[in-house]
């Protein structure tokens, strides 16, 4: 047996309660596949990273290039699509990377396809697979670093045929991007000089509208309102979206009316728009980029450079006409008269005044062409930086439109923008009209160029089957990293460099691709977004004050991290046993109270050094885990700071996106399961001790029996690597010391305690029959005694008393959590001790592999009611049962009771989640901030809370 620290003294109850002090979170590292694959030479790589195959593969032009295209003729296996929308300004692009096929040696599937008829584990059935949407832009006037990202990802190979983008033509005669925006007509030779493909032209505004949609329809936290520095984010009912107007301010201004899917007009637009006020801004301030021209916005004074109403009025306003005194009279008259050259005025209020003179200007273009009746009343009372958006609304009213949209990205998510925005559409429409914002503003475009793509299936797509994750921009792997710093980048050069040297003798490669990434680090860092600034004072008719700024300088990584890579996952459903799916929330605990969320970045970033040792270590230690784990921990930190100033940047954020945000970010850096030999440990040391606690149960009687093993359930849940607290206690004991002492602890009532219920139910009581249940679904959480000493007994009480057992464990690793892929193996080897595990375990599939000794088979009882073990969709310690894995749901439709075990499945989220079945949360609670907010008492306090499926839910007992 091994046992984990042996050399450690034993310890007591005290030291646990002493543990209470501690509230800092440990992480962990998770794994993807990886594997070996033929491909005329043997090629390790990461299986969760982009394949590709070398076969054929040449090098295009020459080879003495500093960074040659390499031309793949024969990969198929990951295709990236692409689409373009080339502004006048930016280039924005979306591209779509596949998810690596995950169907490996699993044989928990192929029961599972049987048992429930689902082809979860084969992806190739659906119209597209799962993959990603990126989200990445360039500027227009270098348009050459776009074709070399584009070129040096091989994302035009992707387009072999546009009209059938999955085609599994393989030749690339015929190869076709879809582009919209003026670029797509200006830059077409070039891009067929370049790269080789066509453009297939794709109407602009069209685009931007069913860009739009899409978002509106496909993506939870999309749309959103920002008021007072509030942004609240916006569930639209899909079938009451229409009509709204769709204003998009790029270079220039384009305000479409949307009646449906395909159905609008452009009624509006104006050439005064971004563009102007970043091509004057430039030749004004000299500054370098646009975010620079925003910052110094922030810190302006147009008064000294504008001329007011009551600098002509000696200060007074000119009431007749509804001018006050602070209103703009004159862009710029001050210059007039002061006598002063361009260098005497501070940027700052050269910014300013421009872009309240832009605004104003764009109001009055659109005044004079789209609304008669109303222009002196615009021109006279309007406060000038909100013109804009009066006509916006004006354009609005004329077609009884509620709802406004605005993208493009001039609106750059910044804050002052849009109060200013949504001010003004307030102020006139007196709270009758709405403006709202979208996430992907400047996006809109590229996305609907991409949906123009026949076939991809991407119109039928629900919003539980896209998951934003977030992005790991090459920026952030920057500074001190030297080499491609991106996962499929790695890859990429990994498996290139291989090839390059291997075929033809030389390593220039891999050193030209580093330069070429550095190279983009350096720009991909210039391209940035302020972070937004406090709301502006508003002041009605007198017109906006000066922006108030939270500090002197916007950080650069901003725009970076806006916008999250958009998983496609296909196969996701809602979990059909849900009460509510509309109202359900799978956050226990709102970090938009910024104490909560101040607590959760403490803990989270006081453990990443730590977490960073671990993950390296987990590598090998080598010079490149350190180079990754570095880089982990810029972008993690990254993403933690961006979320402190802006807690919804990536949409309502609850600790479960936190938790997923670090396990995502592990696995962006290829970090495999860094728990995995201590998840080894733990199992072994747990099964060599689960035939004397089976024994030991047999012993009992059933009432007694059912209370051990709740307890058992509760006691085992403490081994946490998730909590900091509990991994200061695994440095004092061995697994099983920690585990007897955390079983003496168990002194019911616990904190929640509705065990009596749950015992009535499965029992009986008095004249009450034993009822069990049909088929329960058990939500497993960690390795090692949680697992084998906790949740196995419980499932195997559950199968003897006729319970059919579905066990649902993690797709991918996430801390100590065990995963799909390693129950089987556990429950084959708790199998060998026990009958009735493996007859539940043959019926459901789970033993096809194992050698069983014939002998051993009772074969007159080989009608056993079947175990199992299904994947749920996610790779965190939290769940979000809005989207699971479709054999799951399969799974799920014929339960009658759902037990959710351990914190992060059934406090962290869940705990207040409502289902059509029987349900039983059971969990320690191993941090005390969680136990005093959730049930008012102490750290390893236990919850067990039984909700009954009946209309007449009972509230559980608190005591
Ligand atoms: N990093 C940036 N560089 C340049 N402009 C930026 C940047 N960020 C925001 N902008 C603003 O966004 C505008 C471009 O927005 P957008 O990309 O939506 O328009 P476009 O598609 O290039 O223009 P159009 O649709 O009129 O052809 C710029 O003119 C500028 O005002
Ligand atoms: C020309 C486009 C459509 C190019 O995106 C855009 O820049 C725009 O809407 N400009 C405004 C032109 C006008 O309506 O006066
Ligand atoms: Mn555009």
Not at 392 to 416: C, D, E, V
Not at 604 to 616: G, R, Y
């Amino acid at each position: 047996m091994a046992s984990l620290t042996e050399d450690h003294p034993p310890i007591g109850i005290h030291d646990i309660n002493d543990e209470s002090k501690h509230k800092k979170l440990n992480t962990d590292v998770v794994e993807r596949e990886s594997g070996e694959r033929e491909m005329g030479h043997s090629i390790h790589r990461s299986g969760s990273r982009p394949q590709l195959d070398l076969s054929k593969a040449a090098i295009q032009g020459n080879f003495e290039e500093k960074d040659p295209t390499i031309l793949l003729p024969n990969q198929s296996d990951d295709i990236s699509h692409l689409a373009l929308d080339i502004g006048g300004s930016l280039i924005k692009l979306v591209y779509f990377s596949r998810h690596e096929d995950r169907s490996v040696n699993d044989r928990r599937k192929k029961s599972i396809k049987e048992i429930f008829g689902v082809s979860n584990g084969n992806r190739r059935s659906y119209p597209i697979l799962g993959g990603r949407l990126h989200f990445v832009k360039f500027e227009t006037a270098k348009i050459n670093e776009c074709l070399d990202f584009i070129s040096s990802k091989q994302l035009h190979r992707g387009g072999l045929d546009a009209r059938h983008w999955n085609s599994d033509a393989p030749d690339n005669e015929n190869a076709v991007i879809k582009a919209t925006g003026g670029g797509a007509f200006k830059f077409a030779d070039l891009f067929k000089e370049r790269l080789g493909v066509s453009i297939d032209k794709e109407d602009e505004m069209g685009c931007l509208v069913s860009g739009a949609n899409f978002l509106l329809k496909a993506i939870r936290h999309e749309a959103f309102t920002h008021m007072e520095g509030q942004k609240e984010f916006v569930q639209i009912d899909t079938n009451d979206l229409f009509p709204y107007l769709l204003v998009n301010i790029g270079s220039g201004v384009s305000m479409i009316k949307v009646d449906g899917d395909g159905k609008f007009q452009r009624v509006s637009g104006t050439n005064v728009g971004g563009g102007t006020y970043w091509g004057l801004g430039k030749l004004l301030t000299k500054c370098k980029s646009f975010d620079e021209l925003l910052e110094l916005s922030q810190r302006g004074d147009n008064r000294t450079i504008d001329m007011l109403v009551g600098d002509i009025y000696g200060g007074m306003d000119y009431s007749k006409i509804g001018l006050s005194a602070s209103t703009i009279a004159s862009s710029f008259g001050k210059a007039i008269s002061d006598n002063k050259n361009l260098e005497d005025y501070r940027p700052e209020d050269i910014s300013l005044s421009l872009l309240r003179m832009i605004s104003y200007n764009i109001g009055q273009d659109i005044i004079l062409e789209t609304s008669k009746c109303c222009c002196t009343v615009a021109l006279c009372t309007v406060p000038e930086a909100q013109c804009m958006i009066y006509i916006a609304y004006l354009n609005a009213l004329r077609f009884g439109l509620k709802r406004i949209f605005f993208g493009g990205f001039f609106i750059r998510g910044h804050a002052y923008t849009m109060d200013t925005i949504s001010f003004a559409v307030q102020f006139w429409s007196k709270g009758d009209a709405q403006a709202m914002f979208l996430r992907h503003e400047g996006y809109l475009g590229a996305l609907g160029a991409f949906m123009s793509y026949e076939k991809h299936g991407l119109d039928d797509l629900m919003v539980h089957h896209l998951v934003e994750r977030f992005p790991m921009g090459a920026p952030y792997t920057g500074g001190k990293i030297h080499g491609p710093p991106l996962g499929d980048l790695n890859e990429k050069a990994r498996t290139r460099s291989s090839w390059i040297s291997d075929m033809a003798g030389s390593n220039l490669s891999r050193d030209a691709w580093i330069s070429w990434m550095e190279k983009f680090v350096r720009k991909g860092t210039e391209i940035t977004a302020p972070v937004p600034m406090a709301p502006p004072g508003t002041t009605g008719l007198g017109g906006f004050e000066v922006p108030s700024s939270k500090g002197d300088t916007l950080r650069s990584d901003a725009s970076n991290l806006n916008v999250g890579v958009l998983h496609l996952v296909p196969t996701l459903e809602v979990f059909p046993l849900l009460a509510d799916p509309k109202t359900y929330e799978p956050n226990t605990i709102d970090l938009a109270d910024h104490g909560e969320l101040e607590y959760w970045f403490t803990v989270l970033s006081e453990h990443l050094p730590d977490l960073v040792d671990k993950a390296v270590a987990s590598e090998g230690g080598t010079e490149d885990a350190k180079r990754r784990g570095d880089a982990f921990a810029r972008a993690f930190s990254a993403h933690l700071a961006r979320l402190m100033e802006e807690p919804a940047a990536y949409g309502k954020l609850g600790l479960a996106n936190l938790l997923e945000l670090r396990e995502e970010c592990l696995r962006e850096f290829q970090f495999v399961d860094a728990y995995r030999s201590i998840k080894q440990r733990e199992n072994e040391a747990s099964l060599a001790v689960l035939p004397d606690l089976l024994m030991e149960l047999d012993s009992m009687n059933e009432e007694a029996r059912l209370l051990t093993l709740i307890e058992g359930v509760l006691a085992a849940n403490i081994f946490d690597w998730g909590s900091r607290a509990c991994v200061d206690l695994y440095h004092k004991g061995t697994i099983i010391e920690i585990y007897r002492m955390s079983r003496n602890k168990m002194q019911r009532p616990w904190r929640v305690d509705d065990l009596d219920l749950f015992k009535e139910r499965v029992l009986g009581l008095g004249e009450k029959k034993p009822h069990p249940h049909k088929k329960a679904l058990l939500f497993v959480d960690n390795a090692g005694a949680d697992v084998v000493l906790g949740m196995l007994p419980l499932a195997r009480e559950l199968l003897r008393r006729g319970t059919e057992v579905v066990l649902v464990a993690n797709s991918l690793p996430a801390l100590n959590d065990v995963t799909a892929m390693e129950l089987p193996d556990i429950v084959a080897e708790a199998a060998k001790h026990c009958d009735i595990l493996r007859r539940a375990a043959e019926a459901g599939g789970l033993l096809v592999d194992v050698m069983i000794n014939a002998a051993d088979v009772n074969k007159e009882n080989s009608s056993s009611v079947p175990l199992m073990v299904v994947e749920n969709g996610c790779g965190s310690p939290c769940i979000d049962l809005r989207q699971v894995s479709s054999e799951l749901a399969a799974a799920a439709k014929d339960a009658d009771l759902v037990i959710l075990e351990g914190m992060g499945r059934s406090l962290h989220t869940n705990y207040n989640a409502q289902f059509k079945c029987d349900a039983l949360k059971l969990a320690m609670v191993k941090n005390q901030r969680l136990a005093e907010k959730l049930i008012k008492g102490n750290i390893y306090d236990c919850v067990c809370r039984y909700e009954p499926a009946s209309s007449d839910l009972q509230s559980s007992s608190l005591c």
